[in-house]
């Protein structure tokens, strides 16, 4: 009884927050691109090295290779660290491990 009443109140809140919310990660991600142009990263960010690829539009929002993603989101994240003020601060560098 009690979790068909969970249910319900999941399913309402779904349906109370309107059909675009599941596309509302998209949008999300295609400010931060937008932000990181206005921070100039294609001249910063993108000419750091070979590995570094331009950031496309969705490209966090699904998940095709997520090693990939995760070592140009923590480079990315260094990089905005360095460009704040800490000129210390070291970039991941990616590690193949082989087994």
């Known amino acids: 009884m009690e979790d068909q009443q969970e ?3 999941q399913q309402e ?4 927050d309107g059909p675009g919310k599941e596309f509302e990660i998209y949008i999300k991600n295609e400010e931060l691109v937008d932000k990181l142009k206005l921070l100039n990263y294609e001249d910063g960010f993108l000419k750091l090295g070979f ?3 331009p950031i496309l539009k969705h490209y966090f929002v699904r998940s095709r290779n997520i090693g ?7 480079s990315l ?3 905005l660290i360095k460009k704040s003020g800490e000129e210390s601060f ?4 990616e ?3 082989i087994v």
């Open 7 to 9: 249910e319900d109140g």
């Open 13 to 16: 809140q779904l349906t109370s």
């Open 51 to 53: 590995a570094y690829k």
């Open 68 to 74: 990939e993603q995760f070592f140009l989101f923590t």
């Open 77 to 79: 994240a260094a990089w």
């Open 90 to 93: 070291s970039m991941p560098q």
């Open 95 to 97: 590690v193949r491990d």
